[in-house]
């Protein structure tokens, strides 16, 4: 196949995801598609096995709190076909109304794309997104007392050393002494 334009790369992308996407678009050089939450498994599982967009890697995946939007959580994909020499980045809209220990869900692709495995778990972390069907869902960067998730909006940036005092892996007393403070 013949070097593929960006345009010409759209409209493969989006013949292989047909009504399952919601939009898709060109943005700074990039095929960017909205996907449904519920159709996230369907939607990967299109991408990487048309023979017309084979994208067969997932080199990231991460999530984004624009609170206090609606919806709040975006989980981004950004997906890459080696035979094409390509990059798409799907992203889902998660809608949220809870609170600080309630999470909004998403299918996992993690038996998909190999490295979801890993950076669901993450943002699961992170930013408290259920990924429905991981088969690890242990947080994997921070202790599994830790309290909250650092990169929501509402996780304390105001220089307090604990979370929630007494609750949190570390209470303040110690991590002042532990500081040498």
């Known amino acids: 196949m013949s070097e593929l334009t960006l345009t010409h790369w759209q409209e493969l992308v989006h013949n292989a995801l047909g009504d399952t996407a919601l939009s898709i678009e060109c943005l700074n050089g990039a095929v960017v598609v909205m996907v449904d939450p519920e159709d996230i498994r369907h939607a990967a599982l299109q991408l990487r096995d048309n023979p017309n967009t084979r994208l067969d890697i997932l080199s990231h995946m991460t999530a984004v709190d624009y609170s206090p939007r609606d919806p709040r959580f975006e989980v981004v994909y950004e997906l890459f076909s080696l035979q094409f ?59 599994d007392d830790w309290d909250g998730h650092p990169l929501r909006k ?8 604990a979370w929630k005092l007494g609750s949190s892996v570390a209470n303040a007393g110690t991590m002042e002494s532990d500081l040498g403070l």
């Open 85 to 143: 020499k390509q990059r798409a980045r799907v992203k889902c809209a998660l809608p949220f109304d809870g609170g600080e220990y309630d999470k909004p869900q998403i299918d996992s692709i993690h038996d998909i794309y190999l490295t979801a495995n890993w950076h669901e778990r993450e943002c699961a972390d992170l930013f408290g997104i259920a990924f429905a069907g991981h088969p690890d869902p242990r947080r994997i960067l921070l202790p």
């Open 154 to 161: 509402e996780y304390p940036f105001d220089g307090k050393r």
